[in-house]
């Protein structure tokens, strides 16, 4: 019974955790705003209900051009 307490308690620290390291924005940042491998959660209504985009900045350096990200994950 403990383990079960304790294992929901891990479970909810986790979860906030989660959700404290994500700003969550209405609109996805303009090109520039995000620095490569910043990441955002968009709650704008593209991703399924319960789900929430995830949104991972890339950079536009002509040497090592990396892709922003999008993502549909589950809600914090």
């Given amino acids: 019974m403990i383990r079960i307490i304790l294992a929901g308690a891990v479970s909810l620290v986790a979860l906030g955790a ?15 705003l995000l620095k490569e491998g910043e990441a955002v959660l968009v709650d704008d209504g ?6 929430i985009k995830k949104v991972v900045g890339g950079n ?13 994950v589950p809600r914090p």
């Fill in 18 to 32: 989660f959700a404290q390291s994500y700003q969550v924005y209405k609109r996805e940042p303009g090109i520039g």
């Fill in 46 to 51: 593209t991703c399924p209900k319960g789900q």
């Fill in 60 to 72: 536009n350096q002509r040497e090592t051009r990396t892709a922003r990200t999008r993502s549909c």
